[in-house]
T-cell receptor, first 112, second 116 residues
C-alpha cells in the first residue's frame, strides 16, 4: 500500500532553469506536507513545508505547491544551482499521524 | 547542540550476529523516531518514542528488532540474529511534539548496516 508516490526517479536540469519535482498521494487525511533533501552519506535535511490550509509556500528559491483536490504536491526550484543536486523526498503527515510517510525520492542533477 | 548524532556510522557484521545502534537526539526534543532506508526507496518508519514511551511500532519491526529510550534521552536499536535482508541505512530523527514543529523531523546522518 504505497500512500505516497514520486513517479520520476530522476530529473536533469541545466543551471539557471527551473526544477519541478512532483509527489502524489492517496490518503486525504494528510494535512501537513514537507520536502526533504538528501546528499550522499548524510541524513535527509528539511527543506520546506506547507499545511493543508494553504496552496503555496515560498522560501527563497524554493516554492511548494499543494493541490488538495488532485492530491498532488510539487516543489519548484528556480533558478536551479549545481549545489541543488541531491535526492529529494516528499514526506506527508499531520493531525492524527504520529509519523511522516516518505515518497521514494527523485534524484535531481543540475548541470553547469 | 550538534544536532542528532548516530553511532556507529558504519557496521559490517556476519549473518546471525547481534548489532546495536545508538541515537542521541536534539536535547530539547521529546519525540524520537527510527526509520530504515534501502537503496532506491524513501525512509520507512520503524518505531517512535514520546519521551521514554514507545508509542508505535511498524509491522516492519520483527521480533528480532528492539528499541529502547531509557529516561527519554538517547535511544538504542538492537537487531538480533541479523539477516542479509537487514542490510540498510538506519536513520534516527527527533522532533519537538505538541505543535507544528512536531511534523518537522531532524535526522541524523544514519548508521549503515551491512550483513555478510
Amino acid at each position: 500500500d504505497q500512500q505516497v508516490k514520486q513517479n520520476s526517479p530522476s530529473l536533469s536540469v541545466q543551471e539557471g532553469r527551473i526544477s519541478i519535482l512532483n509527489c502524489d498521494y492517496t490518503n486525504s487525511m494528510f494535512d501537513y506536507f514537507l520536502w526533504y533533501k538528501k546528499y550522499p552519506a548524510e541524513g535527509p535535511t528539511f527543506l520546506i513545508s506547507i499545511s493543508s490550509i494553504k496552496d503555496k509556500n515560498e522560501d527563497g528559491r524554493f516554492t511548494v505547491f499543494l493541490n488538495k483536490s488532485a492530491k498532488h504536491l510539487s516543489l519548484h526550484i528556480v533558478p536551479s544551482q549545481p549545489g541543488d543536486s541531491a535526492v529529494y523526498f516528499c514526506a506527508l503527515g499531520g493531525t492524527g499521524f504520529q509519523k511522516l510517510v516518505f515518497g521514494t525520492g527523485t534524484r535531481l542533477l543540475v548541470s553547469p | 547542540d550538534t544536532g542528532v548524532s548516530q553511532d556507529p556510522r558504519h557496521k559490517i557484521t556476519k549473518r546471525g550476529q547481534n548489532v546495536t545502534f545508538r541515537c542521541d537526539p536534539i536535547s530539547e526534543h521529546n519525540r524520537l523516531y527510527w526509520y530504515r532506508q534501502t537503496l532506491g526507496q524513501g525512509p520507512e518508519f520503524l518505531t517512535y518514542f514520546q519521551n521514554e514511551a514507545q508509542l508505535e511500532k511498524s509491522r516492519l519491526l520483527s521480533d528480532r528488532f528492539s528499541a529502547e529510550r531509557p529516561k527519554g534521552s538517547f535511544s538504542t536499536l538492537e537487531i538480533q540474529r541479523t539477516e542479509q535482508g537487514d542490510s540498510a541505512m538506519y536513520l534516527c530523527a527527533s522532533s519537538l511534539g505538541g505543535g507544528p514543529g512536531a511534523n518537522v523531523l531532524t535526522f541524523g546522518a544514519g548508521s549503515r548496516l551491512t550483513v555478510l
